[in-house]
Nanobody
Framework: QLQLVESGGGLVQAGGSLRLSCAVS????????IGWFRQAPGKEREVVSC???????????YYADSVKGRFTISIDNAKNSVYLQMSSLKPADTAVYFC??????????????????WGQGTQVTVSS
């Protein structure tokens, strides 16, 4: 059974950095999309970034406009992990961050319902 476990969240001051990790287990497909999403209190879940993987290499990446130039998504397929490096954090980045897998496509989409498997989330809090 596919499982995703996020880690790396925490409390950080504005302007600081965090690196989120998502460990994936029970999954052996060689082509898929994986994304990072976030949900703040009272708001809908939104895409932060996503990346596709086709056989042996990453395909296109996507970043929400609000995080472009500040966040970087990466995959370490050998470790079955995906990372989100977050820099220049702002209070508006405060949310629960989730990773999710879409095993049906090797290109990523920004639409949360497309993703079939989700982790439990990790809290990121940015203080001003």
């Amino acid at each position: 059974q596919l499982q995703l476990v996020e880690s790396g969240g925490g409390l950080v001051q504005a302007g600081g950095s965090l690196r989120l990790s998502c460990a994936v287990s029970g999954f052996s497909e060689d082509s898929y999309a994986i994304g990072w999403f976030r949900q703040a209190p009272g708001k809908e879940r939104e895409v932060v970034s996503c990346i596709g993987w086709f056989r042996t290499s990453a395909s296109r990446t996507y970043y929400a406009d609000s995080v472009k130039g500040r966040f970087t998504i990466s995959i370490d397929n050998a470790k079955n992990s995906v990372y989100l490096q977050m820099s220049s954090l702002k209070p508006a980045d405060t949310a629960v961050y989730f990773c999710a897998v879409d095993p049906s496509h090797y290109y990523c989409t920004a639409n949360p319902p497309i993703y079939d498997y989700w982790g439990q989330g990790t809290q990121v809090t940015v203080s001003s």
